[in-house]
């Protein structure tokens, strides 16, 4: 038996990685809105705070009524009651990764996290 998962993920409009990697702490989804298009609702969460990396292409996210621009290289991070909505640019599809985790889960990371081989 193996300790890891590995997919492949298309090119489709949203991919949720949960089940496709048996993700027991993380929802992680790929987007891919061409250009002009928009997540057709506004939403927020319970519990849970979203960290978005831009892969590719320009957009924006409406937060609280703000907007933000966003482009290539981008992370933002939203917190769980903040209303959100985000679209690709008039010119530009943007791609982009959600990672949805529980706000104020994270116990320890990186090295206090790790376990060292000898």
């Known amino acids: 038996m193996s300790n890891y998962t590995k997919v492949s993920v298309s090119a489709d409009a949203r991919t949720e990685l949960h089940d496709k990697l ?19 609702f506004v939403h927020s969460h319970k519990s849970n705070e979203e960290i978005y990396a831009v892969l590719s292409g320009k957009g924006r996210a409406v937060i609280d009524g703000e907007t933000v621009e966003l482009s290539a290289g981008d992370w933002i991070r939203v917190s769980p009651s903040a209303k959100r909505q985000f679209s690709a640019a008039e010119n530009s599809p943007i791609s982009y990764i959600c990672i949805q985790v529980k706000e104020n889960s994270l116990g320890e990371y990186t090295q206090g996290d790790a376990v060292i081989e000898k």
Do not use: D, R
């Open 22 to 40: 048996s993700l027991t702490g993380a929802e992680i989804s790929v987007n891919n809105l061409p250009a002009g298009a928009g997540v057709p």
